[in-house]
C-alpha cells in the first residue's frame, strides 16, 4: 500500500513537472520567439514590402533624356500595425481631414462614390479589383445585391463608426478599412495611400504619427520636353488583359505599365525587376529590422531613333501652318482650308527606314497630361488621337508617282512618250473624269510626258495609264512600294488599304460592291478606295528614293543597361522589299518630282529655291524632289492635302511626308516640310564641320 502512494506521488509529480515544462515553453516562445528576442512583450511584425525597380530611361538618337525618373516619397500603410492599433478610427479620421485641409488626393479603391447620392463606382476598375470586391462581399456574408447606401451602413456598424460623423467622413473610413482587410485576404502588397506626396504635404502628415503609415522611397516618371507626346506614351494601372500578360512575367497587380507609345512598345526593356524585403515592425510602427531577400534591378533604357531637335521643328512648323490656315491675317489663301483640322509630318532617313520625327496636330503636354484631361478629351480637334499612324486617307496625286511606275514596268508607258490631255476622260459612256484645269479654266496641258505630268499633276494623263494597266498591276506596285502594308514600326499602326476588288467588297455591300473600270481609273489618281497613313506615306517616298528598295521603319535605335555600360541590343537596317526599278523609270519619276519644285507650272514651285520662290530660285541648299496630293473625302469642306518629298536629289538621304485634314492643297503644306529640310541640312554641314576640326589629322591639312 505504501509503495503504490509512493508510485502515484512519482507519477504526479512527472505530470507536474511535464505541465511546468510545456507552459515555460509557451511562456518562452510568447515573451522571446514572437517577439523577436525583445523581452517588452512587444509584438513584431513581419511583412514582405514590394521594392519597385526604377524604370529605364528613354533617349532621343543623340542621348538626349527625353522621358526619366524622379525621386519621390509614398506614403504607404502597413495594415498589420494599423488594424491592431487602438483607436484607429480616430487615427483614420484626423488622416482624412488633413488631407481635405491639405487638398490632396489619396488612393481609393472602395467602389462607391465618395459623396452622396451613394453609388456602386465597380465599373470604373479593372476586372481584377472587382473580383476583389466580390470576394471581400463573399468574405464578411454581405448581399451582392445590396445597395451602395445599405452596404455603408452595415460597414458602418461592422466598423464601428461613431455616429455622430457625417456620412462623408464615414465613407472615407470605410474606404480605408476596406484596403486594410483587402490585404488581410489576398496577396496584395502593402497599400500606398499616397504617390508621390511633397515635402510640406509630408510633413504635414507624419505630423500626425499614425499607427503603420510609413515613408517609401520611390520614382516617379519625368518628362523632359514637352514634344512627341504621341509616341513617348505614359504609363497607367493594367487593365485586365495586361494582367493576365505580366503577372506571368512577375509584376506585381498594382503596377505601372506602359499605356501607350514607346512606354508601351518598349516595356519589356524600360520595366525593371522589383525586388523583395522583409520587414519587422513594432506593434507601435516602429521599425525594428529591414532586409532584403532580393535587391531591385533598375529597367534598361531605350535610345529612339527620334531627333529632338527635328522633332521639335516639325511640330512647331506643322502647329504654325495650321493655325495660318484659320488666321486672315497671316494667310493669304482664299476659303479653301479655312475648316483645316487635323494633321500629321514623319521625317525619315532614306537608307535605315529610322523615323528622325513623328508629329500629329493638334497634340498635348504629357507633364500636365492628367491636370488637362478634360481640356483635352473636350476638344473637337481630338488631341489624343494620333494621326500619324492611327489615321488613315486617301492619298490624292501623291500616289502618281506609283502609277507611272506600274505602267512603265508594265510596258503600258514607253520612256519619255507623250500622251494628249483631252481635258475630259471619256472612253466610257456615262463616266467622264476631267483634269482639274479643264475643270477651273476649260485649258488642257496638251502633249506632256511622264516627267511633266507629275509637275502639273494631269488627271488626264493619269486616268489614261489607269485604263491601260489591269489592277492587279497596279496593286503589286503599291504593295511593293510599302502603300497598304504594314511599315514595321514597334507601335500599334492603322494599316489601312489599296484600291482592289477585294477591299471595295469590304467597304461597301449589294451592286456598290461591284468592282467597277471607274473605280481602277480613280485608283490610279489616289482616289477610289486607297487609303493609306501618313507613316504610309513617308515609307512610300523613301523607298521612291532609294530606286524601289524598302525599309523596314523603325523608333528603335538601341538598348542598352540601366548604368549605360553595356549595349543589349542595336538595331540595324532591315531591307523588307526590293523593287527592281529600272533606270529610264527612276530617271523619269526622279525628274518629274524635281519639277514639281523647278518647273514653271510645278504644283509646290513656291518652296525650296523653285521657280517661284520668294528668296529666288535654287536659293535652297539641296535640291529637293517632291509630290503634292490634293484627296475628295466624303466629310465635307476642303479636300485633304498631301505633300511628300525627299533630298538631296542626287544621294537621297531623308523623307518626308506632310498630310492635313481639310488643308485643300498639297502645295499649301510644303513649308513645314521646308523647314525641317533646311534645320537637318544645317545641322548636318555643322556636325561636318565640327567632326573635321576635331579629327586627328585635322592639324596636318592647315
Not at 80 to 90: C, F, H, L, M, T
Not at 208 to 234: D, Q
Not at 451 to 480: H, M, P, W
Not at 542 to 566: E, H, I, M, P
Request: aromatic share 12%; hydrophobic share 40%; glycine share 8%.
Amino acid at each position: 500500500m505504501e509503495r503504490i502512494s509512493r508510485y502515484r506521488a512519482i507519477l504526479l509529480l512527472m505530470i507536474f513537472i511535464g505541465v511546468l515544462t510545456l507552459y515555460s515553453f509557451k511562456l518562452f516562445d510568447l515573451q522571446i520567439i514572437k517577439t523577436d528576442g525583445n523581452h517588452d512583450n512587444t509584438t513584431v511584425y513581419s511583412t514582405i514590402t514590394t521594392v519597385r525597380a526604377a524604370r529605364g530611361d528613354i533617349l532621343d538618337r543623340n542621348g538626349k533624356v527625353l522621358v526619366g525618373n524622379r525621386a519621390s516619397y509614398d506614403l504607404v500603410f502597413n495594415h498589420y500595425v494599423i488594424k491592431s492599433a487602438d483607436n484607429r478610427n480616430e487615427h483614420l479620421y484626423r488622416l482624412y481631414h488633413k488631407c481635405q485641409e491639405l487638398g490632396i488626393d489619396y488612393l481609393d479603391h472602395f467602389p462607391v462614390t465618395k459623396t452622396r447620392p451613394f453609388e456602386y463606382t465597380l465599373h470604373e476598375y479593372p476586372a481584377a479589383w472587382q473580383r476583389y470586391f466580390q470576394n471581400f462581399m463573399v468574405d464578411w456574408n454581405l448581399d451582392p445585391d445590396v445597395t451602395a447606401p445599405l452596404l455603408l451602413e452595415r460597414l458602418r456598424k461592422r466598423y464601428d463608426i461613431p455616429d455622430t460623423w457625417n456620412d462623408e467622413e464615414a465613407r472615407a473610413v470605410i474606404g480605408m478599412r476596406y484596403e486594410f482587410d483587402l490585404r488581410g485576404v489576398t496577396n496584395l502588397p502593402n497599400y500606398i495611400f499616397i504617390e508621390d506626396v511633397s515635402d510640406d504635404d509630408l510633413s504635414a502628415i507624419l505630423e500626425l504619427n499614425i499607427p503603420g503609415l510609413m515613408v517609401e522611397s520611390s520614382t516617379v516618371r519625368e518628362y523632359h520636353t514637352k514634344y512627341a507626346a504621341h509616341v513617348l506614351g505614359y504609363l497607367g494601372g493594367m487593365s485586365e488583359e495586361q494582367w493576365k500578360v505580366f503577372k506571368k512575367e512577375g509584376y506585381s497587380m498594382d503596377a505601372q505599365v506602359g499605356q501607350t507609345g514607346f512606354e508601351e512598345a518598349f516595356e519589356g526593356y524600360l520595366h525593371g525587376i522589383d525586388g523583395q524585403r522583409l520587414d519587422k515592425v513594432a506593434r507601435d510602427g516602429s521599425i525594428i529590422s529591414q532586409t532584403y531577400i532580393k535587391d531591385p534591378q533598375a529597367g534598361a533604357n531605350v535610345e529612339t531613333t527620334l531627333d529632338l531637335n527635328i522633332q521639335r521643328i516639325a511640330e512647331d512648323a506643322l502647329a504654325k501652318r495650321m493655325n495660318e490656315f484659320h488666321d486672315p491675317n497671316t494667310y493669304d489663301g482664299n476659303e479653301d482650308a479655312e475648316d483645316a483640322e487635323g494633321a500629321a509630318v514623319i521625317v525619315m532617313e532614306v537608307k535605315t527606314g529610322k523615323v528622325l520625327a513623328c508629329a500629329s496636330y493638334p497634340t498635348f503636354n504629357l507633364a500636365t497630361m492628367h491636370e488637362d484631361w478634360a481640356k483635352i478629351e473636350a476638344d473637337p480637334l481630338k488631341p489624343f488621337f494620333n494621326r500619324a499612324f492611327g489615321a488613315y486617307y486617301a492619298p490624292g496625286s501623291s500616289f502618281k508617282p506609283c502609277t507611272l511606275i506600274a505602267a512603265m514596268m508594265n510596258n503600258q508607258l514607253q520612256y519619255q512618250e507623250t500622251i494628249k490631255d483631252e481635258g475630259v476622260f471619256t472612253k466610257y459612256p456615262g463616266f467622264t473624269p476631267s483634269c482639274l484645269l479643264w475643270s477651273s479654266v476649260k485649258a488642257t496641258h496638251g502633249e506632256i510626258d511622264g516627267a511633266k505630268a507629275l509637275e502639273v499633276s494631269c488627271n488626264y494623263f493619269f486616268y489614261e495609264l489607269g485604263d491601260r494597266i489591269s489592277i492587279e498591276q497596279l496593286d503589286a506596285t503599291a504593295k511593293a512600294l510599302g502603300l497598304g502594308e504594314p511599315t514595321g514600326i514597334e507601335l500599334t499602326e492603322k494599316i489601312g488599304w489599296r484600291a482592289n476588288p477585294e477591299s471595295k467588297k469590304h467597304s461597301y455591300t449589294g451592286l456598290n460592291a461591284n468592282w467597277f473600270v471607274g473605280d481602277k481609273i480613280l485608283a490610279a489618281i489616289g482616289q477610289s478606295e486607297n487609303r493609306f497613313t501618313p507613316m504610309q506615306l513617308a515609307v512610300y517616298a523613301s523607298t521612291l528614293a532609294n530606286q524601289g528598295t524598302r525599309y523596314k521603319a523603325t523608333f528603335l535605335n538601341r538598348v542598352v543597361s540601366s548604368d549605360y555600360r553595356t549595349l543589349i541590343l542595336e538595331r540595324k537596317p532591315e531591307i523588307v522589299n526590293k523593287l527592281d526599278i529600272p533606270w529610264e523609270v527612276y530617271e523619269t519619276y526622279m525628274n518629274g518630282m524635281r519639277q514639281v519644285i523647278t518647273g514653271n507650272t510645278g504644283t509646290a514651285r513656291k518652296n525650296f529655291g523653285g521657280w517661284d520662290d520668294p528668296n529666288g530660285r535654287g536659293s535652297f541648299p539641296v535640291a529637293v524632289c517632291a509630290k503634292t496630293g490634293t484627296a475628295q473625302h466624303s466629310s465635307g469642306g476642303s479636300d485633304h492635302a498631301a505633300f511628300i518629298c525627299f533630298a538631296p536629289m542626287e544621294d537621297p538621304e531623308i523623307a518626308i511626308a506632310v498630310y492635313g485634314e481639310k488643308a485643300a492643297h498639297g502645295g499649301w503644306l510644303a513649308p513645314v516640310a521646308e523647314d525641317i529640310m533646311l534645320a537637318y541640312f544645317e545641322m548636318e554641314r555643322a556636325s561636318d564641320v565640327f567632326t573635321y576640326e576635331n579629327r586627328v589629322d585635322a592639324a596636318s591639312r592647315r
